[in-house]
């Protein structure tokens, strides 16, 4: 095949088939190449210009400051200075949303489990893509679900016949595969093997590639038999900054094609005529592409083509380096040098022979007086002329660094360098705001590549994790949490996660904890001066706290961090409007009745007090003749104890008389 790029008319042109898809990708991807060609030399120079390969310019002579480079670095140093963290949370931040909190905690748990793992990829990922993006003006990366699965035997299930007495079998055994572990992997991608279609904006873009280098063995385990007819690529020598090129093996130059018009990845050779392998979109996530949006460098709306920030300033660069060797040769040239007069052999041996405390005989010293003496028969360099022009050369290249450091955004304070003439702490700290604020929209693109990396990779996890790979990498059944974890899970895999579940950019550039710890107390300091003046509204009007509280909450908001703080303050307000609505309640006594139902109340109040008149009439009657009855019976029995009594004593008396003879 040749790389054709004539215009493509419609589907149609091309037959579904193996061999029509490899001729529609040979004419796709030759066209987009033709577009990046140009961007590609430019990358090469860039790269080689930051290391500093001069070894076949030609150009020997050649100084520079390198300025470029140490650019590049700084620049680096300020937008990367730690590894991030992940912060998932609610977006909306409701306080008795308790699927959505924990779901947040399941997702930033399984996340931050893999970025803190020593062998992920991700930390490392992110340095490699900010380092193409400032250099080339490109920088990518993409994420691969891995699973991994094993053979596992299912027994066959038997019962007893009860009329035979005989096993029979129910069910018989058969292996099936069963899933062991499963991640989901960052790649780096190197800035010329990541290919997209032409388009002016990252929205239209059809479909992006990925080139893989392939060895005869890797390719026939992944695509079969058919990978022996494949042209495989020898290595090219050469002294490229691309060591890949100096790989003793033969390998295969693979276009991983992700096409978001057919939603299907193509697997494709250039040269080759027949696509090796074609699949339905594997991962099913939103944008279907498998990389975020890469961070491209000074776009406009009319390409979707980088600029290098290199290409924006390259001529104060190159003017740098002018300067910078003239000053050097200038350099080179202040040196004791001079002329003098052959015949004046005395002054010959004065400068040639170095003797001290001696005195030199001259030859006719009469004339060797008239001529001038030493003066005369000496010209020196001039070297005061040769070191004004260098302060003058100098002083041109310290205003063309000056330009530089404007044009890219660079200033004397952030790469350590003094302000000329002094500056006081104030002007410093401005300084170091504005310089800032103009590379602030580079911190953010950084920021939002990292994020979108994690995005992708929470969407992944959402749609193919099992709910146990879950449970184990957030441990969420040890917490108090456990009973909304199956809703939680439920949630992370519904169409609305992503309306209540937010995954927040991290801060990624190099920590400032003198600034940190001046916003933190200058906060604290406001808010306790607001309480402080609001106590008298609050001992007024007890109700107008939750509302002050809000207004603490809006505050806090505009600090990175205060997610934390936030839901506090919440469950503050909450329980603060239980507590006034308790109180209200006690204060306020019960709710006033409806007159109907008040009516029938007092109508079943007076039956029920009449009846409860003469319940109290009959009782009292009852008691009274209970009282009278037990009084007579009383009495009765009084009058029989007396009479017994008498009796008994009769007796007494009679017995005794008797005994004693009497009557």
């Known amino acids: 095949m040749s790389g054709d790029t004539a215009p493509i ?13 490899a001729s529609r990708w040979q004419v796709e991807l030759g ?65 008795d949303d308790d699927e959505a909190r924990v779901a947040s905690e399941i997702m930033q748990r399984c996340l931050n489990n893999d970025i803190e793992d020593p062998e992920d990829s991700y930390a490392e990922t992110l340095v490699q893509c900010l380092d193409d993006r400032l250099l080339v003006g ?15 035997e299912v027994a066959a299930i038997e019962e007893l016949d009860p009329m035979t007495g005989e096993m029979i079998t129910m069910a018989e055994a058969y292996t099936e595969e069963r899933k062991t572990d499963e991640d989901v992997e960052c790649d780096y991608v190197y800035w010329k093997d990541f290919l997209w279609s032409p388009a002016r904006t990252w929205q239209e873009v059809r479909w992006v590639a990925f080139r893989n280098y392939m060895t005869l063995d890797q390719g026939i385990e992944r695509f079969g038999d058919i990978f022996n007819s494949v042209p495989m690529k020898g290595p090219k020598r050469g002294t490229h900054a691309d060591q890949s090129k100096a790989d ?10 992700w096409c ?32 975020p949006r890469p961070m491209f460098a000074n776009l406009t709306t009319s390409g979707l083509m980088p600029k290098p920030e290199y290409v924006i300033a390259q001529d104060l660069y190159q003017e740098v380096d002018m300067l910078q060797t003239r000053i050097t040769v200038l350099t080179k040239a202040i040196k004791v040098v001079g002329v003098y007069d052959k015949s004046a052999e005395g002054v010959r041996r004065m400068l040639q022979e170095g003797v001290e405390n001696d005195l030199i005989p001259v030859d006719s010293w009469a004339m060797f007086a008239e001529k001038g003496g030493i003066k005369g028969a000496v010209d020196w360099l001039p070297i005061d002329m040769v070191v004004n022009t260098i302060q003058t050369l100098s002083g041109i290249r310290d205003n063309t660094i000056q330009l530089l450091y404007q044009t890219t955004g660079m200033s004397d304070i952030l790469r350590g360098g003094a302000t000329q003439g002094g500056a006081t702490a104030t002007e410093q700290s401005i300084k170091a705001r504005f310089a800032s604020v103009r590379i602030q929209s580079l911190q953010d693109e950084f920021a939002r590549f990292a994020t979108d990396i994690q995005r992708l990779k929470a969407s992944i996890m959402a749609k193919h994790f099992d709910d146990e790979t879950f449970i184990k990498l957030s441990n969420i059944d040890r917490t108090p949490d456990a009973q909304y974890a199956m809703q939680a899970l439920q949630l992370l895999r519904s169409d609305f996660a992503e309306y209540r579940i937010a995954i927040k950019s991290e801060n990624l550039s190099m920590t400032d904890y003198a600034q940190i710890r001046q916003e933190r107390t200058e906060a604290i300091q406001g808010i306790s001066t607001f309480i402080s003046s609001a106590m008298p509204l609050v001992e007024k009007s007890p109700g107008a706290a939750p509302f002050l509280l809000e207004i603490v909450k809006w505050g806090m908001g505009g600090f990175k961090g ?34 109907k139902v008040k009516g029938q109340k007092e109508l079943i109040g007076a039956k029920s007090e009449a009846e409860s008149k003469k319940i109290q009439q009959q009782t009292q009657s009852d008691l009274a003749k209970i009282a009278a009855e037990a009084q007579a019976e009383v009495g009765k029995q009084e009058a029989q104890y007396k009479f017994n009594t008498m009796e008994n004593v009769q007796k007494v008396l009679g017995d005794e008389l008797k005994r004693r003879g009497g009557i």
């Not at 008319?9 to 029509?20: I, L, V």
């Not at 003793?248 to 094609?257: D, F, G, L």
């Open 9 to 21: 008319k419609d589907n149609e042109q091309f037959d579904d088939t193996p061999q029509g898809w």
């Open 31 to 95: 066209a987009a190449k033709k577009v990046v060609e140009r961007w590609h030399k430019q990358g090469d120079r860039i790269v080689k210009r930051f290391l500093d390969e001069r070894m076949n310019d030609g150009n020997l002579k050649e100084s520079r400051l390198n300025l470029f480079t140490a650019n590049m670095q700084t620049m680096r140093s300020i937008l990367y200075g730690k590894i991030p963290s992940v912060d998932v949370d609610r977006r909306f931040a409701d306080a």
């Open 138 to 152: 490109l920088g990518t990366a993409r994420v691969r679900y891995e699973a991994e699965f094993e053979e596992e």
């Open 248 to 257: 003793p093996w033969e390998r295969a130059e693979v276009w991983e094609i």
């Open 260 to 291: 978001k018009e057919h939603e299907a990845v193509y697997w494709f050779v250039e040269g080759f005529d027949q696509t090796l392998d074609i699949k339905d979109d594997p991962l099913e996530v939103e944008g279907f592409f498998p990389c």
């Open 562 to 595: 205060a997610s934390q703080i936030e839901s506090v303050i919440d469950q503050a307000i909450a329980g603060l409007k239980s507590e006034l609505a308790a109180q209200q309640g006690q204060q306020q006594g019960p709710p006033p009745e409806d007159p």
